[in-house]
């Protein structure tokens, strides 16, 4: 098997079995023949042993053995040790970060935040990444790993906190403000499908704290990205969904009927292996 479908495996897999893939991943290290291939490998391997499974030490001995596989790349050398320095805070070593260089310590803390909402601490989750946020507030250089562990910690904070039965007021401030900064963030580190999907993610966010009339706008920026530049139907769904379901808690029946109408179109354009990813959603625009 090649490096690329390995890590694609993986990551289809491991929501599923964590361990499974965390076995995989500690016998496919002679993989990792080349520099390039140590960040993604590092990453995955952080996310599984963290979120997943919480094997803080057991993850960053597998990371230690990279070192040798990163030597002469900065990069990658970086990725390394910041995911060791991830699992070993995470796991409760808070002089973890100290050797890190600034923005690498401020992607750590955004990786632990998302490890810690994944495992639903959410005092920790929200701390850790209030504390990267603050961080960063000075600027952060370009290209920085950063900007990057930033927008995928908001999204995963605020997708985290939406699915909590209850929130507490603070919860559901923090959820917003995850959702706006991922926004932010993914606006500097992505493309325009991680934009829309953050715009996705904040009216979500929004109509889960009862800001339903916000919800309806991020949604329809969500999907004024998606027209300007031709996005598929799975990216078209989603953005049509989450207006469907704003649409209905404004209490607009007629809107919310033509946008569920436009998602079940979106819907029966999917390909089979891409509605199985948005049977939930569409069971949810019939709920009432």
Not at 114 to 134: L, Q
Not at 165 to 188: C, F, Q, R
Not at 228 to 257: H, I, S, W, Y
């Amino acid at each position: 098997m090649s490096f690329d479908a390995f890590v694609d495996a993986a990551w289809t897999d491991h929501a599923d079995d964590a361990a499974g893939v965390a076995s995989r991943l500690e016998s496919s290290l002679a993989l990792v023949d080349a520099p390039a291939r140590v960040t993604p490998y590092a990453r995955l391997a952080t996310h599984v042993f963290g979120e997943h499974l919480g094997e803080w030490g057991r993850g960053a001995r597998l990371l230690a053995h990279l070192r040798e596989r990163a030597r002469g790349d900065e990069a990658a050398a970086r990725a390394v040790e910041r995911g060791i320095a991830t699992l070993g805070y995470a796991g409760g070593d808070p002089k973890a970060l100290e050797a890190l260089a600034a923005d690498d310590r401020i992607a750590a803390l955004a990786a632990a935040s998302s490890a810690f909402a994944g495992r639903r601490d959410f005092a920790r989750a929200i701390e850790t990444y209030d504390d990267a946020v603050a961080k960063a507030a000075a600027g952060l250089p370009d290209g920085s790993p950063a900007i990057r562990a930033l927008a995928v910690g908001g999204n995963n904070l605020a997708a985290a906190l939406e699915c909590e039965a209850a929130l507490t007021e603070l919860e559901a401030t923090k959820m917003i403000a995850a959702a706006e900064l991922g926004l932010k963030y993914w606006t500097l580190a992505g493309t325009w499908l991680e934009q829309e999907r953050a715009l996705s993610r904040l009216s979500c966010s929004l109509r889960r704290a009862g800001r339903a009339r916000e919800a309806v706008e991020a949604a329809k920026r969500c999907l004024a990205v998606c027209e300007a530049n031709d996005a598929p139907a799975f990216e078209r769904f989603f953005g049509t969904a989450a207006l469907a379901r704003a649409q209905r808690d404004m209490g607009d029946r007629a809107a919310c009927e033509r946008s569920r109408d436009a998602a079940r179109a979106h819907f029966d354009r999917l390909a089979d292996d891409e509605r199985s990813a948005c049977e939930d959603e569409l069971r949810a625009l019939d709920d009432r």
